[in-house]
C-alpha cells in the first residue's frame, strides 16, 4: 500500500506518494541498502563505490531554468541558462512524482549556508539510497533540535531511473535538470551522477544571494590562519585549487562554494568536500586520502577483486570523485565561516607558457580575470586535444551563474577594495607545454605563503607589456628568472608571439560580456592584443 508523506515530519514534500517513505536514515544504513541492491560495493576499507552509470559528469547542456516572473527579467539567458517553460515544468514534475509512486524513496532535511543568517533548508527526495548519503555528506547535517521545527526553503527531486520524453517534454533528452524559482524546486531525472545534486543548489543560491541578500557567491576554496586572516581560491580543474587551499598550517573553510556576506562574513555553502581522484596519492593529496573511510563515497573508481581502489585507471572516466563530509578533515574552519579575505588568488594553469607566475592585480584587472575565469587544457585531458586549448568559465564556474557576469564581477570589485588579489599562473614556463616545464609546486607555494604572510605586500613590481599585469620581481624561495616568463624562454621572439595571441583570446572571448559590464571592468583588459 502506497504511504503519503506525513505532514509533521516531512512538512515540505507534500503530495509525494510512495511505496514507502526512508526519512533522515543513518548512513550506515543507507550504505547497507545500497549493498544489499547490488548499487555498491565496499572497498577494502569499508568505503563505499558506487558507478553512476552513462553519466560520470554533469550534463550543462541539460540544465534549465524555468523562464517565470521571478527570472525573466533577472537571468542571463542563452546557451548556459536555457528557458524553460512553466507548463512543461510542472507537467514533467507530477510525471516524476508520478513515477515515484511505487518505489521505496529516500528523504533528507539538510541545510545549504553555513551562516546562521544566510542558510537555506533544503529537502532532497532521492530514488536511491547512495544518492541520499551523497545529500548527507554535502549538505549542513542539522541538529536534532533543528529538525523538529526544520523549514524547507528549497527541495531536491531526484530520480535517475526516470526519463523524459523530449518531444512531449520539451527537454533536449532523457535527462534533464531543471530549476523552478516560484516553487523553489529543483527537479533531476535519468542521471545517476551525483554531482547534479549539488550544483543544482548552487545554481539557486548564485541567484538568490545577491538579489535578495547583497551576499556574493563564489565557486571558490577557503581557509583561514591561526591569526583570523582569510584566502580565497579561484581556479578551474586542474589549476591547483584543492592542492593549495588544503594548507596543514591552516584551517579549511570549504573547497568548492562560498558566500560573502554584505557584513563581512565568508560562510560555507556545504557541509562536505567532492573531490576529483584520478590518480590519487597519499602523497600528492594526504587530506583527500585519508578523508577515504566509511561514509564517504567514491564514483566510478575501478577496484581489484579485494576492493582495493585503482585510482590511476581512468578506465571509467577522467572525472573519478569521492564526497565525504568535512569533518573527515583534521583542519577545518570552526562553524564552516570566517572573516572577509585578506588575499584572493585567481589560479590559472597556463599552458601558453606567457603569464607570469604571479602578478598582483588593480581592482579593474581582478573583476576583469574574473570573469574571464581563464585557464589552458593540455592533451590527454580530453579526447581530441593534442596542443593547449584556452578554456575560459566566467567567474570560474559560469554553468552554476544565473545572473550576468558583470554582476557578480561588480560586487566583487566592491567588496575587495582593501584585498590584495592574486592571479597564480600554475601552468608552464620556460616555453609552452611540450617545450617548457611546469611551475615546481614548491614554487607555487612559497609564492603563496610570501602573499598570505604579507612579505610581496610591498614588493617591486613590473607591469607586463602586453596584459598590463604587475608582475612581483622577486619572492623568497623563487629563483627570479622563474618569476619572468619571458626571460625564462629561450627564444624571446617566440615568446612575444605567443603572448599576442593568448592577449588576443582574452580579448575575443570578453566581447561576449562587454554590453553588461561597466568600463572600470573594461580597462582591466590587456593592453594590446
Same mark, same amino acid.
Given at each position: 500500500?502506497?504511504?503519503?508523506?506525513?505532514?509533521?515530519?516531512?512538512?515540505?514534500?507534500?503530495?509525494?506518494?510512495?511505496?514507502?517513505?526512508?526519512?533522515?536514515?543513518?548512513?550506515?544504513?543507507?550504505? @547497507?541498502?545500497?549493498?544489499?541492491?547490488?548499487?555498491?560495493?565496499?572497498?577494502?576499507?569499508?568505503?563505499?563505490?558506487?558507478?553512476?552509470?552513462?553519466?560520470?559528469?554533469?550534463?550543462?547542456?541539460?540544465?534549465?531554468?524555468?523562464? &517565470?516572473?521571478?527570472?525573466?527579467?533577472?537571468?542571463?539567458?542563452?546557451?548556459?541558462?536555457?528557458?524553460?517553460?512553466?507548463?512543461? *515544468?510542472?507537467?514533467?514534475?507530477?510525471?516524476? %512524482?508520478? *513515477?515515484?509512486? !511505487?518505489?521505496?524513496?529516500?528523504?533528507?532535511?539538510?541545510?545549504?549556508?553555513?551562516?546562521?543568517?544566510?542558510?537555506?533548508?533544503?529537502?532532497?527526495?532521492? &530514488?536511491?539510497?547512495?544518492?541520499?548519503?551523497?545529500? *548527507?555528506?554535502?549538505?549542513?547535517?542539522?541538529?536534532?533540535?533543528?529538525?523538529?521545527?526544520?523549514?524547507? @526553503?528549497?527541495?531536491?527531486?531526484?530520480?535517475?531511473?526516470?526519463?523524459?520524453?523530449?518531444?512531449?517534454?520539451? =527537454?533536449?533528452?532523457?535527462?534533464?535538470?531543471?530549476?523552478?524559482?516560484?516553487?523553489?524546486?529543483?527537479?533531476?531525472?535519468?542521471?545517476?551522477?551525483?554531482?547534479?545534486?549539488?550544483?543544482?543548489?548552487?545554481?539557486?543560491?548564485?541567484?538568490?544571494?545577491? =538579489?535578495?541578500?547583497?551576499?556574493?557567491?563564489?565557486?571558490?576554496?577557503?581557509?583561514?590562519?591561526?591569526?583570523? !586572516?582569510?584566502?580565497?581560491?579561484?581556479?578551474?580543474?586542474?589549476?591547483?585549487?584543492?592542492?593549495? #587551499?588544503? @594548507?596543514?598550517?591552516?584551517?579549511?573553510?570549504?573547497? !568548492?562554494?562560498?558566500?560573502?556576506?554584505?557584513?563581512?562574513?565568508?560562510?560555507?555553502?556545504?557541509?562536505?568536500?567532492?573531490?576529483?581522484?584520478?590518480?590519487? #596519492?597519499?602523497?600528492?593529496?594526504?587530506?583527500?586520502?585519508?578523508?577515504?573511510?566509511?561514509?564517504?563515497? %567514491?564514483?566510478?573508481?575501478?577496484?581489484?577483486?579485494?576492493?582495493?581502489?585503482?585510482?590511476?585507471?581512468?578506465?571509467? =572516466?577522467?572525472?573519478?570523485?569521492?564526497?565525504? /563530509?568535512?569533518?573527515?578533515?583534521?583542519?577545518?574552519?570552526?562553524?564552516? =565561516?570566517?572573516?572577509?579575505?585578506?588575499?584572493?588568488?585567481?589560479?590559472?594553469?597556463?599552458? *601558453?607558457?606567457?603569464?607570469?607566475?604571479?602578478?598582483?592585480?588593480?581592482?579593474?584587472?581582478?573583476?576583469?580575470?574574473?570573469?574571464?575565469?581563464?585557464?589552458?587544457?593540455?592533451?590527454?585531458?580530453? &579526447?581530441?586535444?593534442?596542443? /593547449?586549448?584556452?578554456?575560459?568559465?566566467?567567474?570560474?564556474?559560469? /554553468?552554476?551563474?544565473?545572473?550576468?557576469?558583470?554582476?557578480?564581477?561588480?560586487?566583487?570589485?566592491?567588496?575587495?577594495?582593501?584585498?590584495?588579489?592574486?592571479?597564480?599562473?600554475?601552468?608552464?614556463?620556460?616555453?609552452?607545454?611540450?617545450?617548457?616545464?611546469?611551475?615546481?609546486?614548491?614554487?607555487?607555494?612559497?609564492?603563496?605563503?610570501?602573499? %598570505?604572510?604579507? &612579505?610581496?605586500?610591498?614588493?617591486?613590481?613590473?607591469?607586463?607589456?602586453?596584459?598590463?599585469?604587475?608582475?612581483?620581481?622577486?619572492? /623568497?624561495?623563487?629563483?627570479?628568472?622563474?618569476?619572468?616568463?619571458?626571460?625564462?624562454?629561450?627564444?624571446?621572439?617566440?615568446?612575444?608571439?605567443?603572448?599576442?595571441?593568448?592577449?588576443?583570446?582574452?580579448?575575443?572571448?570578453?566581447?561576449?560580456?562587454?554590453?553588461?559590464?561597466? @568600463?572600470?571592468?573594461?580597462?582591466? #583588459?590587456?593592453?594590446?592584443?
Amino acid at each position: 500500500m502506497n504511504t503519503p508523506v506525513d505532514s509533521t515530519t516531512h512538512k515540505a514534500i507534500a503530495g509525494l506518494v510512495a511505496k514507502s517513505i526512508n526519512h533522515q536514515l543513518h548512513p550506515d544504513k543507507l550504505i @547497507d541498502l545500497t549493498v544489499a541492491a547490488g548499487r555498491g560495493r565496499l572497498t577494502d576499507n569499508g568505503t563505499l563505490a558506487i558507478v553512476t552509470g552513462k553519466f560520470t559528469g554533469r550534463s550543462p547542456k541539460d540544465r534549465f531554468i524555468v523562464n &517565470e516572473a521571478e527570472t525573466v527579467d533577472l537571468v542571463d539567458w542563452g546557451s548556459i541558462n536555457e528557458g524553460f517553460s512553466y507548463a512543461d *515544468y510542472t507537467s514533467l514534475k507530477t510525471k516524476l %512524482l508520478n *513515477y515515484l509512486g !511505487d518505489k521505496d524513496v529516500f528523504t533528507r532535511h539538510a541545510f545549504a549556508g553555513a551562516s546562521k543568517t544566510h542558510r537555506f533548508g533544503v529537502t532532497v527526495i532521492n &530514488e536511491f539510497p547512495e544518492h541520499n548519503l551523497f545529500a *548527507y555528506n554535502m549538505f549542513i547535517r542539522p541538529s536534532e533540535d533543528e529538525l523538529i521545527n526544520f523549514k524547507t @526553503d528549497w527541495q531536491v527531486i531526484q530520480a535517475p531511473g526516470f526519463l523524459a520524453d523530449p518531444k512531449a517534454d520539451g =527537454t533536449r533528452q532523457g535527462n534533464f535538470a531543471i530549476l523552478c524559482f516560484s516553487e523553489q524546486t529543483i527537479i533531476i531525472g535519468g542521471t545517476g551522477y551525483t554531482g547534479e545534486i549539488k550544483k543544482g543548489i548552487f545554481s539557486a543560491l548564485n541567484f538568490i544571494l545577491p =538579489t535578495a541578500h547583497a551576499t556574493l557567491p563564489m565557486h571558490c576554496s577557503a581557509n583561514v590562519g591561526d591569526e583570523g !586572516d582569510c584566502a580565497l581560491f579561484f581556479g578551474l580543474s586542474g589549476t591547483g585549487k584543492t592542492t593549495l #587551499s588544503a @594548507d596543514p598550517n591552516r584551517n579549511l573553510i570549504g573547497d !568548492d562554494e562560498h558566500g560573502w556576506t554584505a557584513d563581512g562574513e565568508v560562510f560555507n555553502f556545504e557541509g562536505g568536500c567532492y573531490a576529483k581522484v584520478i590518480d590519487l #596519492s597519499e602523497s600528492k593529496e594526504p587530506d583527500i586520502w585519508n578523508a577515504i573511510k566509511p561514509c564517504a563515497i %567514491l564514483e566510478n573508481i575501478v577496484m581489484d577483486a579485494d576492493g582495493k581502489p585503482n585510482y590511476a585507471d581512468a578506465s571509467i =572516466t577522467q572525472n573519478t570523485r569521492v564526497s565525504y /563530509p568535512i569533518h573527515h578533515i583534521d583542519r577545518i574552519a570552526p562553524g564552516g =565561516t570566517g572573516p572577509s579575505p585578506k588575499n584572493i588568488f585567481f589560479l590559472t594553469a597556463d599552458a *601558453y607558457g606567457v603569464l607570469p607566475p604571479i602578478s598582483k592585480l588593480t581592482e579593474a584587472q581582478a573583476a576583469y580575470h574574473f570573469i574571464s575565469g581563464y585557464t589552458a587544457k593540455v592533451a590527454g585531458t580530453e &579526447e581530441g586535444i593534442t596542443e /593547449p586549448v584556452a578554456a575560459f568559465s566566467a567567474c570560474f564556474g559560469a /554553468p552554476f551563474m544565473p545572473l550576468h557576469p558583470g554582476a557578480y564581477a561588480e560586487m566583487l570589485m566592491e567588496k575587495s577594495q582593501d584585498v590584495n588579489v592574486w592571479l597564480i599562473n600554475t601552468g608552464w614556463v620556460g616555453g609552452a607545454y611540450g617545450t617548457g616545464s611546469r611551475i615546481k609546486l614548491k614554487y607555487t607555494r612559497a609564492m603563496i605563503q610570501a602573499a %598570505l604572510t604579507g &612579505e610581496l605586500d610591498d614588493a617591486e613590481t613590473i607591469q607586463d607589456k602586453v596584459f598590463g599585469l604587475h608582475r612581483i620581481a622577486s619572492c /623568497p624561495n623563487v629563483p627570479d628568472h622563474i618569476l619572468n616568463p619571458r626571460d625564462s624562454w629561450a627564444n624571446v621572439a617566440a615568446y612575444d608571439i605567443q603572448a599576442d595571441m593568448l592577449a588576443g583570446k582574452f580579448n575575443a572571448n570578453f566581447k561576449a560580456y562587454e554590453a553588461g559590464c561597466s @568600463d572600470d571592468i573594461l580597462s582591466g #583588459s590587456p593592453l594590446k592584443a
